[in-house]
């Protein structure tokens, strides 16, 4: 089924990716060859439990990406601005795309933890109402302030800090 329109889709794959989207191969690299490594290096634990993805930006929306597509591998993704336009400009394909695999790729959330959090400024400032959907997707899926919480804040800095 597909998520986007072809039209959609050939300027996005052309324009943005370069004809070659990478995802897929990106997540088998991660999961079957840089973790099996590092696990084997160092003094890690590799449980699903302490085994998180974070990302910002298109980082950001493959870690949760990731989390959905691994759910036995990752125990939690943490998605910074993540970019659900993915573009200069609002545009509602490929964030109905991104909520459409969401609502079909429900990750349980007993053992899983999922953080989202975006700015208010700069392309950031667009992202409420495409948060604001995917929290109710995530609320759906039975995710609670327990192993879910989405922070926007301001990028400037607390004067009163200081």
Not at 6 to 25: A, C, H, I, V, W
Not at 121 to 140: G, L, N, S
């Amino acid at each position: 089924m597909p998520t986007v329109s072809e039209s959609f889709r050939r300027t996005y794959m052309d324009s943005y990716l370069k004809g070659k989207p990478q995802s897929d191969n990106y997540l088998r690299f991660i999961v079957q060859e840089l973790k099996p490594y590092i696990d084997a290096h160092y003094p890690t634990r590799p449980d699903r439990q302490n085994t998180f993805i974070v990302g910002s930006s298109m980082g950001g929306m493959i870690s949760v990406y990731a989390m959905n597509e691994y759910p036995e591998v990752f125990g939690g993704a943490a998605g910074m601005s993540i970019a659900w336009i993915s573009q200069d400009k609002p545009n509602f394909e490929l964030p109905l795309a991104a909520f459409n695999y969401l609502q079909r790729h429900r990750t349980p959330p007993a053992g899983h933890h999922l953080y989202m959090g975006h700015g208010t400024t700069e392309m950031d400032r667009w992202y409420d109402p495409y948060q604001a959907f995917v929290d109710e997707i995530v609320r759906d899926q039975g995710y609670t302030a327990a192993n879910w919480q989405v922070v926007a804040r301001s990028r400037q800095p607390d004067i009163a800090r200081l």
